[in-house]
């Protein structure tokens, strides 16, 4: 939608084919299924904003939970 806001809240790993600790259980009945499952990172989720023609807010930032909040607008 034009002029929409993207909010994407997460626990991102910190590296690519690595999944948050507290999502081991879930990351790996879903490897089980599909073997290349896996969690994206920060940059990876920026990247795919960016291709879907969003732009990305100055406003990342890491919550009380250690969750990671990204921003983007179209």
Known sequence: KPDGR???????PLSENLA???FL???FLDSMKDPDFGFPTVA???EQLIQA???LLP????LS???I???AEK
């Not at 993207?6 to 991102?12: P, T």
């Not at 406003?59 to 890491?62: A, K, N, R, V």
């Open 59 to 62: 406003s990342e930032h890491t």
């Open 69 to 71: 909040l990204i921003q």
């Open 6 to 12: 993207m909010v994407v809240i997460f626990h991102f």
């Open 65 to 67: 939970n250690r969750s």
């Open 20 to 22: 948050p600790v507290q």
């Open 25 to 27: 259980e879930w990351a």
């Open 53 to 55: 023609g969003f732009h």
């Open 44 to 46: 990876q989720v920026k």
